[in-house]
């Protein structure tokens, strides 16, 4: 800035639809006054909204010297002219002005428009007082001295703000998922909105213009409501990183942060200032509190992530007094350095989420490692319950194949050599030798049909019918041997097809109630009635003996009836006895498929 002198002159306000008016395209005659840069001239004219020429004088000694204009930042949009030759403006010079504010200016100066001595740069700028309208530094010299300082600017006020725009970005983006994949997780939540809300509010540095908006008020106050959102988010993610509620405090933040809100959006034009410096100068102080009470709670509490964050939030809050006197127009180099240290300050916050995620992820572990232990342990265990049980049963299905087939002897044999006991008994000298092979060849068979039935389980069902035929034989032989006529009635048995085991249950509860007719009833008939229909099996046994009672039967009897019943209860199916002299019926229904 030596060697340059630099004055100042406003044109004519915005007109009443908020334009700029046309006599403001050239600099005035009149009006000029000496400024220092950077200047603000709400503080020279208040409430001025409109066009503010500034002309800096540069002298030029050497012809043949090359030279260069560098230009810290303009607020809000302006054109830039040498020697009353534009170098270049801005696209939108009257409402919605484009966002220059923060982006610095580099010129190569043309030396066809230079002369020797007196040069004249003029700077248009079109601006609001409410918003800091002005125009900052402006060096003019050798183009590699002017592109360093340039570099350095724009460094700082872009290229940095980029970075902090994709850091904010990247890990709000990031905890916002981890939150909706484990919602219980708050802190994760608060702290994505924590850091989109700053990422939205960070915008403001690199926006160029106000879309979505129309004016720069509406831009103004959508900044500051995501102020007001990052300060109020970032308290709820304090709150939560300490695992402390405090629900009337919380209820009063975001009632406050609403109509602050609201208010923003409501306020005339003339109040939005003020209004916005109040709101930024709140959240700022609220935003120091928030921090220092942490930082508080974590030398009190001694957790080592605790007080690496009350660490940087002690330099985030530093950077929040700088950038806030600035605000304010105590400080006047326009360079906020918020943006960088809360960036700085969530790279530390995401660490450090990141160090707790880790942590559980490793107990998770640890307890996965012991879990499958005793996993393990409970399996071999189990596998040694299981063996035994294993064993157990094998020795409880040998004892309950003996105990079937000690009753299907019982039943089939034993009837056979009972029947043949008794013909032997009342007449011994009648029994021919033929007699005797014939009741050898029933023993053969009533035996084949046991060794069958126990081999052939793996065969699945088979035909009622087919089971039958060569049972039904023997039984009307057996009948006619002791005198008594045998009636049969079968219906659909053909068609029924049952297990080996159920064929053997039926046919040895028909033996053995056949047996006590034989034995037992004096009958001089015997009916024999198996019938198949409607997914019902009957199977029914009627003689005209002098019948029993059924007390009494079992208590002389208990082993024939106990058997039947038995092999009833293994059927699923159901047993009916009556009995009267002459008449004596024992039915079984069996439901099949």
């Not at 915008?203 to 004016?215: D, G, H, K, L």
Request: with cysteine.
């Amino acid at each position: 800035m030596a060697g340059l002198r630099v004055e100042a002159a406003r044109a004519q306000p915005l007109d009443k639809q908020g334009d700029i008016p046309i006599e403001s395209d050239r600099p005035p005659a009149t009006g000029w006054s000496e400024v220092t840069l950077p200047d603000m001239w709400s503080a020279r004219w208040p409430d001025f909204d409109g066009v503010v020429w500034y002309r800096v004088h540069w002298v030029r000694r050497d012809a043949a010297e090359p030279a260069s204009l560098a230009i810290g930042y303009l607020n809000m949009a302006g054109a830039v002219y040498l020697n009353g030759s534009l170098l270049g403006r801005d696209t939108s010079l009257a409402e919605p002005l484009s966002r220059a504010w923060n982006l610095p200016r580099h010129f190569v100066l043309p030396a066809a428009l230079l002369r020797t001595g007196d040069n004249v740069i003029e700077i248009r700028v079109s601006g609001q007082a409410r918003h800091q309208a002005g125009l900052g530094p402006v060096t003019v010299g050798a183009p590699a001295a002017v592109a360093q300082a340039y570099d350095k600017e724009h460094w700082l006020r872009v290229q940095s703000q980029w970075f902090c725009l994709a850091v904010a970005f990247t890990i709000g983006c990031f905890f916002l998922a981890m939150w909706l994949m484990r919602r219980q997780a708050a802190v994760n939540g608060w702290f994505a909105l924590t850091s989109l809300a700053w990422w939205a509010c960070t915008y403001n540095q690199i926006a160029y213009s106000t879309w979505p908006f129309s004016s720069s008020d509406s831009w103004e106050a959508a900044n500051t409501s995501f102020l007001l959102l990052f300060s109020g988010s970032f308290a709820m993610f304090i709150l939560r990183f300490s695992m402390q509620r405090w629900r009337r405090y919380e209820i009063a933040l975001w009632s406050c942060a609403a109509l602050a809100c609201l208010a923003l959006w409501l306020a005339p034009a003339a109040y939005l200032g003020p209004l916005r410096s109040l709101l930024t100068a709140a959240q700022s102080l609220h935003y120091i509190i928030v921090s220092l009470a942490f930082t508080v709670f974590a030398l009190r509490n001694g957790r080592a992530d605790h007080r690496i964050l009350a660490f940087f939030l002690m330099l985030a809050v530093a950077a929040a007094i700088h950038d806030t006197l600035m605000f304010v127009g105590i400080s006047r180099d326009n360079i906020y350095l918020s943006p960088l240290s809360v960036v700085v300050e969530m790279i530390c916050m995401a660490l450090i989420l990141g160090w707790q995620f880790v942590a559980n992820l490793r107990r998770i572990e640890r307890f996965n490692g012991e879990l499958r232990q005793a996993v393990e342990q409970a399996r071999s265990e189990l596998t040694q319950t299981l063996q035994r049980q294993h064993e157990l049963e094998i020795s409880n299905a040998r004892l309950g194949a003996r105990l079937n087939l000690a009753q299907d002897l019982h039943d089939g044999l034993g009837g056979t050599l009972v029947s043949s006991i008794v013909t032997l008994e009342r007449a011994p000298q009648d029994m021919p030798p033929q007699r005797f092979l014939t009741v050898l060849k029933e023993l053969r068979d009533d035996l084949r049909i046991i060794i069958d039935s126990s081999t052939n389980q793996q065969y699945g069902a088979t035909t009622l019918d087919g089971q039958l035929s060569p049972f039904r034989h023997r039984l009307t032989r057996h009948a006619e041997a002791h005198g008594i006529e045998c009636g049969w009635q079968l219906a659909g048995i053909d068609t029924c097809t049952l297990p080996p085991a159920s064929c053997l249950e039926l046919m040895r509860v028909l033996q053995e109630a056949l047996t006590n007719v034989f034995r037992h009833s004096r009958a001089s008939r015997v009916d024999i009635e198996l019938r198949h229909e409607f997914g019902r099996l009957l199977l029914a046994v009627r003689d005209n003996g002098i019948g029993f009672r059924e007390d009494a039967q079992t208590g002389r009897h208990g082993a024939g009836l106990a058997s039947m019943r038995a092999r009833v209860n293994r059927l699923g199916a159901t047993l009916t006895i009556a009995s009267a002299p002459g008449a004596t019926s024992i039915e079984v229904i069996l439901r099949v498929q």
